[in-house]
């Protein structure tokens, strides 16, 4: 709260006291009173409106000071009120109350809007719990009866499981924390059950998986982990699509105190102007321009559970070439274990 800005705003009250000074100095004179009592009394009213304007100024300074300032460093706005002491005076009592009923209106619409939201979600993963039995039926009639059933229906059996478990996973996203279970978790097993989940496309894409230096463990909740390097392989098999012989390889590698899990492929790779934003939701880039297959979510969701476990999302890629994604394991600051 700035004294010249309120000053300012006060001219009209401060030239109504002048005007009554001014018109009772006249009055005095016109009555002949003495020049000592009139100066006595502009004395006075000068010095009464200037301590009746500190006053003011000082009691109003302190709450729209804490009010100004404490908005500027809270991030989340509506709490505003938990930081401030309720005023003394009846402007700042009228502005308190106001800002009470707008953020009791506000935190009764949110928890109207949250229940909602929560009530979809809820909806949603009970929905593909239900969906995924029959995919699970007929991803094993497909395995079961492979000479019969041609590649392509195979393949779309395979897309519906993938992007049941990416809607599952992404619904459970923002609460995933209250589902972690962090333990040392082997990467060899973790990879031999993505290994599995994918032997199919990998067999009938004409893939070679070569894993290597895997048999390490690292502190991580493995469900979530093998959602993740599911996701990543599964990206690697729907963008290798090329002539020449097609690998996947995946390895790990020292890093500081922690170390990183490599999944690289000689696919079509990344455009280096996309790298920065393959991990934005919905963002597909290039790759998603030419190939109806892209969703843009699959890296958006890895990304922000890599943040929520405590790990970082590396990707590197040339065009035509290849692409390497990494999970980096580091000394976790936010989750320990025993």
Not at 4 to 25: C, E, P, Q, R, S
Not at 246 to 272: F, R, S
Not at 308 to 333: M, P, R
Request: proline fraction near 2%; aromatic fraction near 12%.
């Amino acid at each position: 709260m700035k004294f010249g800005l309120y000053i300012k705003d006060k001219l009209g009250i401060i030239a109504g006291y002048a005007g009554f000074v001014i018109f009772t100095y006249l009055l005095m004179m016109a009555f002949h009173s003495q020049l000592q009592m009139r100066i006595m009394f502009v004395i006075v009213a000068v010095i009464f409106v200037v301590s009746v304007i500190a006053f003011d100024y000082l009691r109003k300074y302190k709450f729209y000071n804490s009010l100004v300032g404490h908005l500027d460093e809270l991030d989340q706005k509506y709490l505003i009120l938990d930081t401030l002491d309720e005023p003394d005076f009846y402007e700042g009592k009228l502005v308190y109350s106001a800002m009470y009923d707008i953020n009791k209106s506000m935190t009764e619409n949110v928890r109207k809007y949250r229940d909602s939201v929560e009530d979809f979600k809820d909806f949603i993963e009970i929905w593909v719990h239900e969906i995924k039995l029959p995919i699970a039926s007929l991803v094993l009639m497909c395995h079961n009866n492979r000479d019969v059933i041609p590649r392509k229906y195979t393949d779309q059996v395979a897309r519906l499981d993938a992007y049941a478990d990416q809607v599952l996973y992404y619904v459970r996203a923002e609460h995933a924390s209250a589902d972690y279970r962090f333990a040392e978790t082997n990467l060899k097993s973790v990879i031999g059950r993505v290994a599995v989940k994918n032997k199919d496309m990998l067999l009938d894409g004409d893939i070679s998986l070569n894993v290597h230096d895997v048999d390490e463990c690292v502190v991580t909740d493995s469900k979530w982990l093998e959602f993740m390097v599911n996701q990543i392989v599964s990206n690697s098999i729907k963008y290798i699509d090329r002539g020449q012989e097609k690998t996947i390889e995946i390895w790990t590698e020292p890093l500081g105190d922690g170390m990183a899990l490599h999944i690289k492929d000689n696919g079509i790779g990344i455009p280096q102007s996309d790298i920065p934003l393959v991990c934005k939701k919905s963002f597909t880039g290039e790759n998603g321009r030419k190939h109806a297959k892209s969703t843009g979510m699959g890296l958006y969701i890895i990304d922000n559970l890599c943040r929520q476990l405590g790990h970082k999302l590396d990707i590197a890629s040339k065009v035509d070439e290849y692409t390497d994604v990494s999970i980096v394991f580091g000394h976790n600051d936010i989750y320990k274990i025993g």
